[in-house]
């Protein structure tokens, strides 16, 4: 899935800010605890930041899967109603297929007798 470069920045700058560090070297692939070093204190302070940066509010109950940078940065994307469109559909309600694109055929070349 492809995130929204803006929202995937501003919350690397929110963490960047928080732990004193520059927010190119926050990568969306970091566990919050495991690899930033923050306990729970902090990850309920960088999620309040989060809250106030895009004026939205995150229940309790979904902290616990806000485990890594990227899960952050997809569940405010899905909240903000920016995450990546579905595939298409059809009209029968299933997704389209991509279709392989055949080559054009060569003629055939007569053989003289």
Do not use: C, N
Request: no cysteine.
């Amino acid at each position: 899935m492809t995130t929204d470069p803006t929202i995937s920045l501003k919350i690397r700058t929110a963490l960047a800010e928080y732990l004193k560090r520059d927010p190119d070297r926050i990568l969306v692939t970091q566990h919050l605890r495991d690899d930033l070093g923050l306990d729970s204190m902090a990850v309920i302070e960088l999620l309040y930041r989060i809250e106030e940066a895009f004026d939205l509010q995150i229940p309790d109950q979904d902290l616990v899967g806000l485990t890594t940078v990227g899960h952050v940065v997809s569940y405010v994307e899905k909240r903000l109603g920016k995450s990546a469109p579905a595939a298409p559909i059809k009209k029968s309600g299933k997704p389209l297929k991509a279709t392989k694109q055949s080559k054009p055929s060569k003629p055939k070349s007569k053989k003289k007798s």
